[in-house]
Structure formats: C-alpha cells, structure tokens
C-alpha cells in the first residue's frame, strides 16, 4: 500500500505488522482441509497526514460478505445492546409510527426487530445473501446491497430519506469510505440523524486488542480521524458515546453538515483524551508493536507449557478476532484440540489458516478440559457466566488479552 484511501498521501508509517494471514471468517469444509488457502498481508499503517489507520484493501467486501459466516443474533450481549440502543434512539430523537429507520449491514435483523417492534417503519440493507434471509424470515423489511452513493440515493427515492439510518460495526469494513459516506448522506434526511458504532483506536491501542486487526476492517478509527472522514461526504460529527463492546467503541452522532450546529463537550473530552495519549500523531503509537509480541509469547508459553505438563486446552468462540490471534501466534491443534461455538454454521469447519475443528458447544462439558481459552474476549462477562459449569471439575478459563489472565475459579 502505498497511498492513503482517505486522503491520497503517500506518507505512511508502519503501526505493526501481523505477517500474511487468510480472511478471517473463511472457515474450511473438511473437503478443503487438502487444498491450499491464499494469505494476505496484515500490516496497520498510519497516514502521518490524516492520521487515518489502514490495512491494504487486498480483498473485496464482495469476496467477504455475500455469503458471511457471522450472525449478530447468537450473541445475547450484542441483542441486548441492539434493544437499548433502539430504546434510547427512539427518546432521543422523537421518533414515532411516522419515521422512518434505515440500518447499514442490518445483518439478520438483530436491531431492527426492536424497531419492528415499536411499530416504526425500517428497512435493512444488508450485502450478506444468507443472513439478510434470516433478518427477513424474522420480519425484517431488508434489501440485498451494498451501500454506495447510488444505493442509497435509490433506496432514497424508493423509500423516503431516513430520520436516522444506522451504520453499526460497518464503517471499517468499507475500503471506499468515500462512497459509502455519500451513501450515509444520500439516505439520510436533511435534518435527520447517522449513528456510527466502531471500535475505538484508542482502546485498541492501550489495551493491545491487535487481534481486531484483520482483513474485513481496512480502517481503523480515533473520533478525530472518523470526523474527517465523514466530512468528506457532507457528514459533521456533533457528538460521542464511549461504549464497552468491542473492547472499547465510539458511538458518532452525525447529522448532514448544514444541520450540524457545534460539537458537544463529551466530543471534544473525547478528542482531548486521545490527543493526551498521542493517537494525534505518530508517537502514540511507537510501542505498541512491542507489546503484541509479548502478548504473543505470553500466550504461546501458557499453551506450550500445559502440552509438556499433558493438561488439555480447548477454544471457546471462533470469532475472526479469534483467527488473527490463532494465525499471528501460529496456534496448531497440537496445542488447541478444538474450539467450541455457538453458531452452528461453523460446527463442523475449519479455523482458517490454523485449521482447527469447530464444534458444537456442548463438546466442552463432555470432555471435560483443564483450560478453556476465550477467543471473544470482549464479551468476558456474557462468556463467564456460559461457562460457569467448567469450574464444576477444576477447569480454568484463560483471556489473552489485553494480558494473559487465567481463572482458576467462579469470580
């Protein structure tokens, strides 16, 4: 990569660099398990101009999200927030049977069925085939798009400009982040309102959360960097929510910018915290390559130290977080038998890359393992509380990051 797809500068510094891995959610058939799998770079630069972090756009979101391994709705956690993000739109900006709700990459409906169910007017637009089936066999209204300037000035025409239209855990996936902002400013109302959710670069930074890095995101944003890049497409950002998901995440509320009015005081809190921490320039960002590697090897000695010692260690989840994590320690089934998951599209699979078998999640209780490692670390709470019966026989869950921490028993 050479030049920076937000503002063309060729003035790009390396942040850290994961070596080649497969797209994360390319999970394996056990027929693929002879053939070879294609690797891509994972190296995160920082434009030193527009201080936009980046990975190479060497897949499509085409290649990634027609056909899509992940369902928003398996985890309870994330459906709960959906429900009380809706909850508190609904208050906030007065939106009655007379509005009209548009969300990007809607999934299969985990949000919008609480919009549904308010009895407000909604559509998804959702690129993945197969699970914009399930949002609308759940009764969610739901087209099958990728959003661009001409999408959502069809779904405009068609439908009405949106009150509000939803862009949740999306905005990193879009390597034309300019023709998708034109898209977000097509569909929404001249005095209506854009809702972003994306993980904090902050909080990935200071909490060595590497393992968000991976193919699908192709940016990765401060509240400063989203600010100029939702300009580009008319968009001005007037205020921030800090949010746990994701290990750390902002919520930006946009509004087009004619409508905007001036940024409130917890935005401009939120940008004096990440200017304090450096993430305004190249500095903030020199050790945290450094501390990667020692949570690589922190990891990799746990495991290869319960191999010599003949205890058991098995995964639970096989979110793509999990996949970078796996590849970038080089984690084989030697030291991971198996990882477990809710989602039975994946039972039966194959970790991309490191080629682990994934089961279902009643395997844990039958085996009965020493360790169990949580992949999805960010959903800990939700997570500790499912496997709350592995302390029944003396098991210990283990969370990589942002340091290794094994508990060996009920908190």
């Known amino acids: 990569m050479t030049t920076c797809r937000l503002c063309g500068s060729t003035n790009l ?11 994360c959610e390319r999970f394996l058939a056990a027929e693929d398990l002879e053939q070879p799998e294609v690797t891509y770079p994972l190296h995160l630069r920082l434009c030193a101009d527009c201080r936009l972090a980046q990975i190479p756009p060497l897949i499509t979101p085409e290649e990634t999200f027609t056909e899509y391994a992940y369902f928003s ?11 009380e993000f809706v909850s508190g739109a609904v208050r906030r900006l007065g939106l009655d049977g007379d509005s009209f709700v548009v969300e990007v990459a809607s999934n299969d409906g985990y949000l919008l069925k609480h919009v549904v169910a308010q009895e407000i007017r909604c559509l998804g637009v959702e690129p993945s085939v197969n699970v914009g089936q399930a949002a609308r066999d759940a009764g969610v209204p739901t087209v099958t798009a990728f959003l661009d300037s001409e999408t959502g000035a069809g779904v405009r025409a068609e439908h009405g400009p949106a009150d509000l239209v939803v862009a949740n855990n999306v905005y990193a996936h879009i390597p034309d982040i300019v023709g998708f902002t034109h898209g977000l400013r097509s569909l929404v109302a001249d005095r209506g309102w854009v809702s972003i959710e994306v993980q904090h670069l902050l909080t990935l930074v200071q909490h060595n959360q590497y393992d968000t890095i991976y ?6 944003y401060t509240v400063d960097s989203a600010t100029r890049a939702l300009a580009l497409g008319g968009l001005s950002v007037v205020d921030v929510e800090l949010l746990p998901t994701h290990g750390g995440s902002i919520r930006l509320w946009a509004r087009p910018t004619e409508a905007a009015g001036e940024p409130s005081e917890r935005m401009l809190d939120v940008l004096a915290q990440e200017k304090a921490a450096g993430l305004h320039e190249l500095s903030g960002y020199t050790e945290f390559a450094a501390r990667v590697g020692r949570v690589r090897r922190e990891l990799l000695q746990f495991l290869t130290g319960a191999a010599e010692r003949g205890e058991t260690v098995v995964g639970y989840g096989a979110p793509g977080k999990g996949n970078t994590l796996l590849n970038h320690c080089g984690i084989r089934p030697d030291l991971l038998s198996y990882t477990v998951d809710r989602n039975p599209y994946k039972h039966g699979r194959f970790t991309p890359g490191t080629r682990i078998p994934v089961l279902p999640t009643e395997q844990i209780a039958i085996d009965r393992p020493d360790y169990v490692l949580v992949l999805p670390w960010n959903l800990r709470d939700e997570i500790t509380e499912q496997l709350s ?23």
């Not at 510094?13 to 797209?23: C, E, F, H, K, Q």
């Not at 709705?73 to 429900?83: D, Q, T």
């Not at 193919?215 to 990765?220: I, M």
């Not at 019966?389 to 908190?411: A, C, H, K, M, N």
């Open 73 to 83: 709705s398996y985890s309870a956690s994330w459906v709960r927030h959906a429900r």
């Open 13 to 23: 510094a390396s942040i850290v660099d994961l070596g080649a891995t497969p797209p």
């Open 389 to 411: 019966y592995v302390y029944e026989w003396g098991g210990r869950l283990v969370f990589p990051i942002p340091t290794l921490d094994i508990v060996g028993s009920q908190p």
């Open 215 to 220: 193919h699908e995101h192709f940016q990765y």
